[in-house]
């Protein structure tokens, strides 16, 4: 079979692989990830039906690229520079710890020497950044902040990668004394030109672009920043990942991120399926058969130290037990560096071939086990699994555009209905739209917070998107997202409590609600008419409350949070009753706001 055709046929195998398996475990509950694995391990070791999977990981890692892109992308400079403590104080003590733990044991385990003991605890210390971040996303928990500090540990371990390498310079007997020192200058070297590139050439590039208005040429450029900076990371001696982040997060601020993001989103999503697919045709099932003891012994004590550690750090550090649990259950497995760590250490004489051809077995066995895992912690947890609906906006295009079904949104949306106005919903929840449809609502699956979705929903013909989603962080990303791509259109946001209404109206939404204002106005109406007090009196007086909340918001908009702090009461109001009793030492028994409507910032 000519090149071509073999090239053909084994493109078609992959695509294959992944549409049948995907769906399977996707509905035994497994998840996408394991089913693109045992995918590969069918199509290759099994069936032989691609022999070459370490050439197809090697283009695959495309996917990994496209993923840390996107990541970055929905990275500020701030933000990044906020989570610096757990990258490199929670990222270090993880490598550091876990890779001394686990040189021990390959120590005591009698395989290796000293210095192959070493090269093999550092290895498996690393964790692979393309599963953990494929099963956050696949749960929605990326910008959670579990979510965050599990990328802040993989995000260090990508850089750990330079120094490990000139580790094992160092171990091979120093050859090339000035290797790690020059390796080390010159990614510092590449990581600052990437800074200013992306500082003062992305962004004039894509509005020379964008005014041509030539859509293709914004895909072919946002494919050229991603591969180009990734591999100029990759020359420098750092991951190509690695670049592809940093080019992200110095377009996070763009105007066209959300397009870039668009435009690259379908390349990500099928190559990093083929990347799974080829770790599992790059699984050696003749090592793991003439050493399955040592292997069965292996992995777990190896994934079950990892864990320990993690979670012992992650409390240390600051994480709720539920967190470090999900953390610990998460980035047990080894990494995608081990595999460099490994062939690099064999080709440098520190292990033989066959010894590091078994830790890449265990590597990838170690990240089959790994999905399973997640979904284990994720049941003991919280009990429930997400499920996803096809994307069908067929009739789609009212004048109203509502982004999230919950009960906020499932009562605006009766008064919209019974006024005669039509309404388009979209959700996330299947249970929601089973729910809705019930009740002869049509809702529509989608996320709100990806442009497409928004797009194929009615975005362009709405007079006015209504955000009722109950998540601060997702009603913050759709209201950026609606305001960088369709400026015109007006936005009425729910809001969580009194900061998030202050910070939606500097962001200049055209009207916020906090979801417990009216509610609790109407209940202390309806309080002080059992206690005796006329219905006309009890309507004054949550008027007037009313107003002077919103007076005092208007006031805290411009001037601060603790601005207004007299404009609580008037005289109809006696304050007794809203004031905590007083108690012995009481330190708040003097303060005018203390257990005062809206005293708080969750109020």
Known sequence: MSAPNALFSETILLLGGAVVAAPIFKKLGLGT??????????????????????????????????????????????????????????????????????????????????????VAGFGLALSSTAFAMQILEGDGDVNTRYGQRSFSMLLFQDLAIVPLLALITILDGGRGSNAPLLGFAVAIGAVAAMILMGRYLLTPLFQVIARTGAREAMIAAALFVVMGSA??????GLSMAMGAFLSGVMLAESSYRHELEAD???????????FFIAVGLSLELEVLADNVLFVIVTV???????????????????????????????LPQGGEFGFVLFTTAGTAGLMSTSTASLLVAIVTLSMALTPIGAALSKRLLRGDAHEELDE?????????????????GQIAAQILLAGGRSVTVIDFSAD?????????????????ARKDVLRSAGIDRAKIVLVCTQKKEITDKVVELVQADYPHTRL????????????????????????????????????????????????????????????????????????????????????????????????????????????????
């Not at 495309?62 to 929670?90: C, T």
């Not at 994934?303 to 550090?317: D, H, N, Q, T």
């Not at 908009?557 to 007083?582: C, I, N, T």
């Open 33 to 118: 990830v394991l089913g693109y694995l045992a995918a590969g391990i069918v199509i290759g070791p099994v069936f032989h039906g691609i022999t070459d999977g370490e050439q197809i990981l090697n283009v695959a890692e495309l996917g990994v690229v496209f993923l840390l892109f996107i990541i970055g992308l929905e990275l500020k400079p701030s933000r990044l520079w906020q989570m610096r403590r757990d990258i490199f104080g929670l990222g270090t003590a993880q490598v550091v710890v876990t890779g001394l733990a686990l040189t021990v044991l390959a120590w005591f385990s009698g395989v290796f020497d000293w210095r192959g003991s070493i």
């Open 231 to 236: 591999s100029l990371m990759q020359l420098a």
């Open 264 to 274: 690259i989103e379908p390349f990500r999503g099928v190559l990093l399926a083929i």
């Open 300 to 330: 777990p004590i190896v994934m079950a130290v990892k864990a320990i550690i993690i979670y012992g750090l992650c409390r240390i550090s600051g994480s709720p037990h539920d967190d470090a649990i999900r953390i610990a259950f998460l």
């Open 392 to 408: 069908d906006f067929e009739g789609a295009g009212a004048d109203v555009l509502m982004v999230g079904f919950s009960r906020f």
């Open 432 to 448: 929601r739209i089973r729910q809705a449809s019930s009740f002869g609502f049509r809702i529509y699956f989608g996320d709100g």
């Open 492 to 603: 009425y946001v729910r809001s969580y409590d009194r900061i998030h209404s202050i910070e939606l109206r500097n962001k200049g939404v055209d009207y916020e609600l906090r979801e417990t204002l009216e509610s609790g106005l109407l209940f202390g109406r309806r309080t002080l008419e059992a206690l005796g007090v006329s219905e006309v009196d009890a309507y004054e007086i949550g008027e007037d409350i009313r107003k002077r909340d919103e007076a005092r918001l208007v006031l805290q908009v411009s001037e601060g949070l603790q601005a207004g702090r007299d404009m609580l009461f008037s005289h109809p109001v006696r304050p007794e009753p809203l004031v905590k009793p007083k108690r012995a030492a009481d330190p708040f028994e003097d303060d005018p706001l203390a257990g005062t409507v809206d005293a708080t910032a969750d109020a």
